[in-house]
């Protein structure tokens, strides 16, 4: 472990190759940054509790227990960004780690240098003050606060991940209207990122899993063919 850097923080580096592990700190250490280096899944979470981080950089292949299962553990009380790293390029993988809450996704080998600029970048868009439209937003026994970053259906708390609160706080707020799966992918990744589409269906499916009473036929999040989703109406049959 380095020692604590006032001005950049605690990057937490969960990956089982101590070499890549090793390179990746060094490159982070150049820039400022404290590291945390944790060689094993079953691990990672504990450390991540301890060490509050700032960034985590996740290996998705790990003993014990692996980067998704970590991803999601992660993501239950926490919006730290992550970055998951994989030996793997298949569409479905990214689409999972993004699905889970992952910021961005890294395919092996990669160059360490353009890796420590994409923490730089999602911590820059992260600390980002966001304009908010309102503090709290409400609609059908839906209701978002936006600053204390909480969400409840019909008075039961509602635990989200951020992709998925970005995009039901842009439902939200203009019901009935269409949004595009473009505008948003722009909610969800507002720096740019190139993410395919279909990120969003897995994002809303498992939106809907959370807020419906039945997700096989919405109440609340409408399916509009061939662009994208709207918030039901509240004069829809």
Same mark, same amino acid.
């Given at each position: 472990m380095t020692s604590p850097s006032e001005q950049q923080g605690t990057v937490l580096i969960v990956e089982d190759d101590r070499n890549t592990a090793a390179l990746v700190a060094a490159y982070l250490g150049k820039e400022g940054f404290a590291t945390v280096q944790v060689h094993d899944g079953a691990e990672a979470v504990a450390a991540a509790r301890a060490a509050e981080p700032v960034f985590v950089i996740l290996d998705v292949m790990l003993p014990n227990l692996d980067g998704w299962e970590i991803c999601r553990q992660l993501r239950e009380d926490s919006d730290v960004p992550i970055l998951m790293l994989t030996a793997r390029e298949e569409e479905g993988d990214r689409v999972s780690g993004l699905a889970m809450g992952a910021d961005d996704y890294v395919v092996k080998p990669f160059s360490p240098r353009e890796l420590v600029e994409r923490v730089k970048a999602i911590l820059r868009r992260s600390q980002r003050p966001a304009p908010r439209p309102a503090r709290v937003l409400s609609w059908i026994g839906l209701e978002l606060d936006a600053e204390k970053r909480?969400?409840?259906?019909? $008075?039961?708390? +509602? /635990?989200? /991940? @951020? @992709? *998925?609160?970005? +995009? %039901?706080?842009?439902?939200? /707020?203009?019901?009935?209207?269409?949004? @595009?799966?473009?505008?948003?992918?722009? =909610?969800? &990744?507002? $720096?740019? *990122?190139?993410?395919?589409? #279909?990120?969003?269906?897995?994002?809303?499916?498992?939106?809907?899993?959370? +807020?419906?009473?039945?997700?096989? =036929?919405?109440? &609340?999040?409408? /399916?509009?063919?061939? =662009? $994208? &989703?709207? %918030? #039901?109406? *509240?004069?829809?049959?």
């Open positions: 909480k969400v409840a259906c019909n $008075g039961r708390p +509602i /635990t989200l /991940t @951020s @992709s *998925e609160f970005k +995009i %039901l706080q842009a439902l939200l /707020t203009a019901p009935g209207r269409a949004f @595009s799966r473009e505008e948003l992918l722009q =909610h969800c &990744y507002p $720096g740019g *990122e190139v993410v395919i589409d #279909r990120v969003i269906d897995v994002h809303v499916g498992k939106l809907r899993q959370k +807020i419906e009473d039945d997700p096989a =036929h919405p109440r &609340y999040i409408q /399916t509009v063919r061939g =662009h $994208g &989703y709207r %918030l #039901r109406d *509240e004069n829809d049959q």
